[in-house]
């Protein structure tokens, strides 16, 4: 018989927090995706 261990992740807001953190992070680097394909469209021409 196998016992597991409740997983504690501590407060839940900052949990939120880190969510809404990734989330910024995300949008950023797509913003960065779109940067580099405009360079590379201007490049090509």
């Known amino acids: 018989m196998q ?4 997983e504690k992740i501590g ?3 900052l ?3 880190r ?3 990734l989330n910024h ?3 950023w680097v797509d913003s960065i ?3 580099i394909l405009f360079f ?3 490049l090509e021409r």
Do not use: A, Q
């Open 11 to 13: 407060n839940p807001s």
């Open 40 to 42: 590379e469209y201007y």
């Open 3 to 6: 016992i597991y261990l409740k």
């Open 19 to 21: 969510k809404k953190e």
């Open 25 to 27: 992070l995300l949008k």
């Open 15 to 17: 949990f939120t927090g």
């Open 33 to 35: 995706k779109l940067e």
